[in-house]
């Protein structure tokens, strides 16, 4: 079974996607968007293309575990991508994902610039990758 892992943003959403076995999340693209209609086509073509069964979004909870108005947001969202694309959507806590990608790709030595243009990735690949560890 492969997944798709989200790390969905105001802006930006980052996107993962896992192997065919479903055992290994790997990177795949930030969508940088400016209108709902424009992401969720997008996400289309990555379900279609790479024949998507389930996805995994983050759930940006608050610190201490309580639901943050970015939670409510990404709520309504699992629930548009069910009803478009009638997939199984689970939400995965992401809280300090972030951090952690950031803290890999300092360890990586890339470059603050370049930080930037993939760290929602690598987020999202770590929200799969938590995922894919715990099934």
């Known amino acids: 079974m492969k997944y798709l892992g989200l790390d969905y943003g105001s802006v930006r959403c980052g996107v993962a996607i896992s192997d065919k076995l479903g ?3 790997s990177t795949y693209e930030v969508i940088k968007y400016k209108s709902t209609e424009e992401l969720i086509k997008r996400i ?3 379900i279609k293309d790479e024949k998507i069964e389930k ?3 983050g759930d940006p909870k608050n ?3 309580s639901i943050s108005d970015r939670s409510e947001k990404t709520y309504e969202f ?3 991508l069910e009803n478009i694309f009638n997939i199984e959507v689970i ?3 992401e809280r300090l994902t972030t951090v952690e ?3 890999i790709l300092l360890e990586g030595k890339v470059r603050r610039e370049n930080r930037k243009k993939v ?3 690598m987020a999202a690949r770590i929200i799969l990758q938590s995922y894919l560890d715990r099934k």
Request: glycine share 4%.
């Open 55 to 57: 996805i995994i979004l």
């Open 44 to 46: 289309e073509e990555i």
């Open 63 to 65: 610190l201490d575990g």
């Open 23 to 25: 055992i290994i999340a």
């Open 119 to 121: 760290i929602d990735k």
């Open 78 to 80: 699992k629930n548009l």
């Open 91 to 93: 939400l995965e806590d």
């Open 101 to 103: 990608a950031e803290k």
